[in-house]
């Protein structure tokens, strides 16, 4: 079956970075985009960025812009976000989550399948 196993979430300091991994299983990963959201207590989740099947193609929410990177190793059937310059913002339960297509997409409904989520919390 499907499985996607995010880590490498923990408490940071503001401006600190992480990287987030999602390992996936149950699928051929290099035929499927992928994506990342976050939800923090109380609000909707929220997508972060995507990534096409080849990785030729990203796409980022605006507030992460410029300090988030998404990157795919298809050998290890494995999708990362490096997060530089954190900021109490970004405080949320992060998914790793699967395209229903090989492109990119920025919408929960274009997304079958999820993971359990990695927490990610910056102090200030």
């Known amino acids: 079956q499907v499985q996607l196993v995010e880590s490498g979430g923990g408490l940071v300091q503001a401006g600190d970075s992480l990287r987030l991994s999602c390992a996936a299983s149950?699928?051929?990963?290099?035929?499927?985009?992928m994506g990342w959201f976050r939800q923090a207590p109380g609000k909707e989740r929220e997508f972060v960025a995507t990534?096409?099947?080849?990785?030729?193609?990203?796409a980022y929410a605006d507030s992460v812009k410029g300090r988030f990177t998404i990157s795919r190793d298809n050998a290890k059937n494995t999708v990362y976000l490096q997060m530089n310059s954190l900021k109490p913002e970004d405080t949320a339960l992060y998914y790793c989550?699967?395209?229903?297509?090989?492109?990119?997409?920025?919408?929960?409904?274009?997304?079958?399948?999820w993971g359990q989520g990695t927490q990610v919390t910056v102090s200030s």
């Open positions: 149950g699928f051929t990963f290099r035929f499927n985009g």
């Open positions: 989550a699967r395209g229903r297509a090989v492109g990119v997409g920025d919408n929960v409904s274009q997304y079958d399948y």
């Open positions: 990534i096409s099947w080849t990785g030729s193609s990203t």
